[in-house]
T-cell receptor, first 114, second 113 residues
Framework: DVKVTQSSRYLVKRTGEKVFLECVQDMDHENMFWYRQDPGLGLRLIYF???????EKGDIPEGYSVSREKKERFSLILESASTNQTSMYLCASSSPRSGANVLTFGAGSRLTVL | GENVEQHPSTLSVQEGDSAVIKCTYSDSASNYFPWYKQELGKRPQLIID?????GEKKDQRIAVTLNKTAKHFSLHITETQPEDSAVYFC????????????FGQGTTLQVKP
C-alpha cells in the first residue's frame, strides 16, 4: 500500500514566520508534487519534482520554495508566511513504473496564518 | 498553460438518480483525463481515468466520456447512493509520464436519501 505521509495535519503560524511542510513517501516514487486546495479553486499545483534535487514550478509558485534532498522526501517552504497562504496543502507522489499520472495523495496539512 | 473548467460547482440529486459532471480543457495536446473523489476529511483518490485514444470507459456505476474535438469530458454516475456524496475533481495532463495534472475547480455532489 502506497503511503504518503505529511508530517503536520494542522499548523497555526504568524505572518512573517518561515514554515516547513514535510512530505515522505515510502514507495520509491520518482515524482512528487505539492498542491494547494481552496474552496472553489480546486487543486492548484505549486511545485513538483521528478528526481532528487530537481524541481519545477507549477502554476502558483510565488511565495513558496521546495527542497528534495532525498528521493522519499519533498518539503514545501514558505519563506515568510502571509495570510493569503492560509490553505490546505496536499502532497502527492507517482511513478512512471506504475502509471506516472496516477497520484497518491497525503492526508493534507491545513495551515492557518494569523 | 493548460486550463481546466469544471461544472457545476455543486450538484444535488436524489438517491437512485444519475449525476453528470462536465469538464473542458484548453490544451488540445492533453491526452490523459482522470477523475478523483474526495470524501469529507479524506484525501483525493482516483476513481476512473481515460486516455485520448478512447471515447468512453465504464466501471460499474461510473463512466467517463471524452470528446476530443470539443475538448470536453464528463463523469457519469448512475443509480447514485449516499456514499457517492463527495467532492469530485477532473484533471487533464499533457504528457504521460510526468504526472503533472491540472485540476478543475471541483464539484460537490450531494446524494439525498
Amino acid at each position: 500500500d502506497v503511503k504518503v505521509t505529511q508530517s503536520s495535519r494542522y499548523l497555526v503560524k504568524r505572518t512573517g514566520e518561515k514554515v516547513f511542510l514535510e512530505c515522505v513517501q515510502d514507495m520509491d516514487h520518482e515524482n512528487m508534487f505539492w498542491y494547494r486546495q481552496d474552496p472553489g479553486l480546486g487543486l492548484r499545483l505549486i511545485y513538483f519534482s521528478y528526481d532528487v534535487k530537481m524541481k519545477e514550478k507549477g502554476d502558483i509558485p510565488e511565495g513558496y520554495s521546495v527542497s528534495r534532498e532525498k528521493k522519499e522526501r519533498f518539503s514545501l517552504i514558505l519563506e515568510s508566511a502571509s495570510t493569503n497562504q492560509t490553505s490546505m496543502y496536499l502532497c502527492a507522489s507517482s511513478s512512471p513504473r506504475s502509471g506516472a499520472n496516477v497520484l497518491t495523495f497525503g492526508a493534507g496539512s491545513r495551515l492557518t496564518v494569523l | 498553460g493548460e486550463n481546466v473548467e469544471q461544472h457545476p460547482s455543486t450538484l444535488s440529486v436524489q438517491e437512485g438518480d444519475s449525476a453528470v459532471i462536465k469538464c473542458t480543457y484548453s490544451d488540445s495536446a492533453s491526452n490523459y483525463f482522470p477523475w478523483y473523489k474526495q470524501e469529507l476529511g479524506k484525501r483525493p483518490q482516483l476513481i476512473i481515468d481515460i486516455r485520448s485514444n478512447v471515447g468512453e470507459k465504464k466501471d460499474q456505476r461510473i463512466a467517463v466520456t471524452l470528446n476530443k474535438t470539443a475538448k470536453h469530458f464528463s463523469l457519469h454516475i448512475t443509480e447514485t447512493q449516499p456514499e457517492d456524496s463527495a467532492v469530485y475533481f477532473c484533471a487533464a495532463s499533457k504528457v504521460l509520464g510526468t504526472g503533472k495534472l491540472i485540476f478543475g475547480q471541483g464539484t460537490t455532489l450531494q446524494v439525498k436519501p
